[in-house]
């Protein structure tokens, strides 16, 4: 299962580090004077007019509901306690861990592993729709699904889904923060989950030979993926995980983000089980699906 869903778990963490949002978080300022003159507020505080000079480079209008809505959720991250005290460096320091793409990726894991199952699959659901509806059909031609998030904008999200986003990373910074505990589930729950996924996948694929063939060649060989066929596959992946039923839904997406190391020390190491590391193969054989 892990190998097939690369691509997607890419996609899932690489959702915080749009461009314009680490730069808001990093840009807002830490400490805000208060000003001589009302009128003057704006322009006495540099870190308002750094905001105001990102929104323009980003084609977003500063007196705009959206431009409010970041700034609101950009202070609600660098004003939070917990993300203050629970992150190192603070909440501050999230905007340069965004920087660092290893630093970003554990840390969006970590959130993200902890989230409660409900918000996890809001997360994931948002990421399918911006891919579904704001990627091209070919993921602008590269089969790097980092590059490719590193192309979705704000300024083209409409103000609800942003307001979803920054809700959704704000719980993500926040469960990092608290380190909550991972949850666990056994190496059969694992197993149990990857076997319904495998049916999802057949099932998303409604069972034609074609698109069957053409989901195990990506499986089989994701390196040699056109940008077109791993823009395809992880599409068809993530519709698959959100098509599952829970708790196998919540076990495959634990396992697709996981930080390395962090799930039950018995799987660890251990290849994928026959028949899911290339699903659709063995799952378009009569019983295929079931197999163990």
Same mark, same amino acid.
């Given at each position: 299962?892990? &190998?097939?869903?690369?691509?997607?778990? /890419? +996609?899932? *963490?690489? +959702?915080? $580090? =749009?461009? +314009?949002?680490?730069?808001?978080?990093?840009?807002?300022?830490?400490?805000?004077?208060?000003?001589?003159?009302?009128?003057?507020? =704006?322009?006495?505080? !540099?870190?308002?007019?750094? +905001?105001?000079?990102?929104? #323009? &480079?980003?084609? *977003?209008?500063?007196?705009?509901? %959206?431009?409010? *809505?970041?700034? @609101?959720?950009?202070? %609600?991250?660098?004003?939070?306690?917990?993300?203050? =005290?629970? *992150?190192?460096?603070? @909440?501050?320091?999230?905007?340069?861990? #965004?920087?660092?793409p290893s630093a970003r990726e554990n840390l969006m894991s970590q959130g993200l592993v902890r989230l409660a199952p409900s918000d996890r699959l809001k997360y994931v659901q948002l990421v399918t729709k911006f891919l579904d509806e704001l990627v091209p059909v070919n993921c602008f031609g590269l089969s790097n699904m980092r590059a490719v998030m590193n192309r979705v904008s704000l300024r083209e999200m409409t103000d609800a889904d942003v307001d979803q986003y920054f809700n959704l990373l704000f719980k993500v910074l926040l469960s990092d923060a608290s380190n909550a505990p991972v949850p666990n589930p056994t190496p059969q729950q694992y197993a149990a989950a990857e076997r319904q996924l495998t049916r999802m996948l057949v099932a998303e694929l409604h069972g034609d030979q074609t698109n069957l063939a053409r989901f195990a060649s990506y499986t089989s060989n994701p390196s040699m993926a056109t940008p077109s066929d791993a823009c395809w596959a =992880?599409?068809? /992946?993530?519709? $698959?995980?959100?098509?599952? !039923?829970?708790?196998e839904r919540d076990f495959v997406l634990l396992r697709t983000i996981m930080p390395n190391g962090a799930y039950d020390a018995s799987s660890r190491g251990q290849p994928d089980a026959p028949g899911t590391a290339a699903p659709l193969r063995a799952a378009s054989q009569p019983g295929g699906a079931d197999a163990p």
């Open positions: 299962m892990r &190998r097939f869903a690369s691509h997607a778990a /890419t +996609l899932i *963490i690489a +959702l915080a $580090a =749009t461009a +314009l949002a680490s730069a808001a978080i990093r840009s807002y300022p830490d400490v805000r004077p208060p000003p001589v003159d009302p009128a003057a507020a =704006t322009s006495a505080d !540099p870190g308002q007019a750094d +905001l105001e000079a990102l929104f #323009f &480079r980003h084609g *977003i209008d500063p007196d705009s509901n %959206k431009a409010r *809505i970041i700034v @609101a959720w950009v202070e %609600k991250i660098r004003d939070d306690p917990v993300i203050a =005290t629970g *992150i190192a460096g603070g @909440a501050q320091s999230v905007g340069q861990i #965004f920087l660092d =992880t599409r068809v /992946t993530l519709h $698959a995980i959100i098509a599952m !039923p829970d708790p």
